[in-house]
């Protein structure tokens, strides 16, 4: 089974907000039951290391550009110009991106000291809801807190508001 390449970046923005392999297969229109869930967990995990080697581009589809044989005809410049746009728009969202999350880090990085206990917390909880849903461990580590008590503190939420 081949999915193309905008369902693997679809899933890859889906998974980064904290969606389950499952729902983004489901959402898709996709029957996990016929597909079968391993295969739908198989390409999940697939997709993310080839994401975390190669960034967006190592979701493409390997196949199209080395499959051994030649390409019959030569591009012409305007297919030239158009793959070298495609590729350069990809490249921009890709500094966009990491752009956003740098920031991020850094002013965490600069904060945890001066800040209390219950401020660390709301600003994990504010950077997980801004889509770095599971990266929950890693603004654990750089805050130094434990992420037991991240989830305590998420749980007790209902108890502080009283």
């Known amino acids: ?11 890859i923005d889906q998974y980064m907000l904290g969606k389950t392999p499952r729902e983004i297969f ?5 029957d996990v039951s016929i597909i079968g869930m391993t295969r739908v967990e198989q390409c999940a995990d697939r997709w993310k290391k080839a994401y ?14 080395a499959s051994g044989r030649p390409l019959k005809r030569e591009l012409t410049p305007d297919e030239v110009i158009a793959k070298q746009e ?8 890709q500094i966009k991106l990491l752009k956003k999350f740098a920031k991020n880090e850094r002013r965490l990085v600069l904060d945890k000291y001066n800040l209390s206990t219950n401020h660390r917390f709301e600003l994990i ?6 889509g770095y849903g599971r990266m929950t461990r890693y603004f654990c580590e750089l ?16 108890i502080r508001l009283k």
């Open 125 to 130: 909880q504010e950077a997980v809801n801004q």
């Open 26 to 30: 489901e959402a898709a229109g996709f």
């Open 86 to 93: 495609a590729k350069i728009k990809l490249l921009e969202s």
């Open 1 to 11: 089974m081949t999915y193309t390449d905008e369902f693997k970046r679809l899933f």
């Open 143 to 158: 805050l130094e807190m434990p992420r037991s008590c991240y989830y305590r503190y998420l749980k007790a939420a209902d």
């Open 52 to 65: 975390e080697r190669d960034g967006i581009i190592g979701l493409s589809d390997s196949r199209k550009g």
